[in-house]
């Protein structure tokens, strides 16, 4: 079964507003990786977190990896409609195989 | 794209017939992965590979073989295509000194 929780499963924002993804597992992740896929499209690498308590920002997208590396999250400030996707998280295991969460998908309405 | 080309993009096949999707990088990339896509699962490992003819299960194993005869391609057979196996078929790589994973366009296969 899945190993990473990810919530919420939908989420519509007014373009705009905030918009923050979460993911959580039971057991110490090694690190985490975020992936974004637009509509009809392949996931995209976003970003490696690897440090407890960890912060990294990519102009309005914030990651955050827990102090216990159970759980992250994806913040997105003022949601445009280029935002709009699937975002994912997703645990590294032995030999750089990815265990996904079951992805968030944004629309935003403008 | 980092050189990854999936095909067919688009398929659609009867329950019962062997199906192969074929993954094909130019960049001599070792690791290559096989995944597919379904709602409410996001993406989930089929099989997976190290290099030639080095492969291994993943966690959806069941129902799929591969083969990677070259360092370029690797094949990804269904062979007695059932309707639990339609779905959007990605294969990955991963560049090796960088743990990114890298996706091809996607097939979608649909067995009716």
């Known amino acids: 079964g899945q190993q990473v929780m990810q919530i919420p499963q939908y989420q519509h924002v007014q373009e705009g507003e905030d918009f923050t993804t979460y993911c959580n597992s039971s057991?110490?992740?090694?690190?985490i990786q975020w992936y974004k896929q637009r509509p009809g499209g392949h996931p995209v690498f976003l970003i490696q977190l690897v440090k407890s308590g960890e912060v990294k920002k990519q102009k309005r997208l914030t990651f955050q990896f827990g102090e216990a590396k159970k759980n992250s999250s994806l913040h997105i400030t003022a949601t445009q409609t280029t935002d709009v996707g699937t975002y994912f998280c997703?645990?590294?295991?032995?030999?750089?195989?990815?265990?996904f969460g079951a992805g968030t998908i944004l629309r935003v309405k403008s | 794209d980092a050189g990854i080309t999936q095909s067919p993009r688009h398929k659609v096949t009867e329950t019962g017939t062997p199906v192969t999707l074929r993954c094909h990088q130019t960049e001599n990339h070792r690791y290559m992965y096989w995944y597919r896509q379904d709602p409410g699962h996001g993406l989930r490992l089929i099989h997976y590979s190290y290099g030639v003819k080095d492969t291994d299960k993943g966690e959806v194993s069941d129902g799929y073989s591969v083969s990677r005869s070259k360092t370029e391609d690797f094949l990804l057979t269904l062979e007695s295509a059932t309707s639990s196996q339609t779905s959007v078929y990605f294969c990955?790589?991963?560049?090796?000194?960088?743990?990114?994973?890298?996706f091809g366009q996607g097939t979608r296969l649909t067995v009716v």
């Open positions: 997703a645990e590294v295991e032995y030999g750089n195989k990815l265990v």
């Open positions: 990955a790589i991963n560049p090796g000194g960088r743990t990114e994973a890298f």
């Open positions: 057991t110490t992740l090694s690190n």
